[in-house]
């Protein structure tokens, strides 16, 4: 079965950097894209951006640019989020997600935004930016 545990998430100031972690198992790598989504109080799930497993392309939502990276240790099965200068606007529940599909910079944000594209869901991490 496909699990992606995520972890790392906390309090932190205004700021601050945060890195999540997604560990995966039960799939072959290669295969799949996996992401990152966050889930803000009272807001709708929004996409923060997504790695190919396949070649190790990356891609963010245009809002994520520039404060978020996200990178992979094939090795460890494990995927993360790396957050710089937080905001309390990212004060959200991070989920890691899961697809075995192709992900390309022509489809990515066309799909890849949409969580019902993401076959798999992990349970979710709380970050909050204390102001």
């Given at each position: 079965?496909?699990?992606?545990?995520?972890?790392?998430?906390?309090?932190?100031?205004?700021?601050?950097?945060?890195?999540?972690?997604?560990?995966?198992?039960?799939?072959?790598?290669?295969?799949?894209?996996?992401?990152?989504?966050?889930?803000?109080?009272?807001?709708?799930?929004?996409?923060?951006?997504?790695?190919?497993?396949?070649?190790?392309?990356?891609?963010?939502?245009?809002?994520?640019?520039?404060?978020?990276?996200?990178?992979?240790?094939?090795v460890k099965?494990?995927?993360?989020?790396?957050?710089?200068?937080?905001?309390?606007?990212?004060?959200?529940?991070?989920?890691?997600?899961?697809?075995?599909?192709?992900?390309?910079?022509?489809?990515?944000y066309h799909?890849?935004?949409?969580?019902?594209?993401?076959?798999?869901?992990?349970?979710?991490?709380?970050?909050?930016?204390?102001?």
């Amino acid at each position: 079965d496909v699990q992606l545990q995520a972890s790392g998430g906390g309090l932190v100031q205004t700021g601050g950097s945060l890195r999540l972690s997604c560990a995966a198992s039960g799939f072959t790598w290669r295969d799949y894209a996996i992401g990152w989504f966050r889930r803000a109080p009272g807001k709708e799930r929004e996409v923060v951006g997504c790695i190919s497993n396949h070649d190790g392309s990356t891609f963010y939502a245009d809002s994520m640019k520039g404060r978020f990276t996200i990178s992979s240790d094939n090795v460890k099965r494990t995927v993360y989020l790396q957050m710089i200068s937080v905001r309390p606007e990212d004060t959200a529940v991070y989920y890691c997600v899961a697809v075995r599909r192709e992900i390309y910079s022509a489809n990515w944000y066309h799909k890849g935004s949409k969580p019902d594209w993401w076959t798999y869901w992990g349970q979710g991490t709380l970050v909050t930016v204390s102001s």
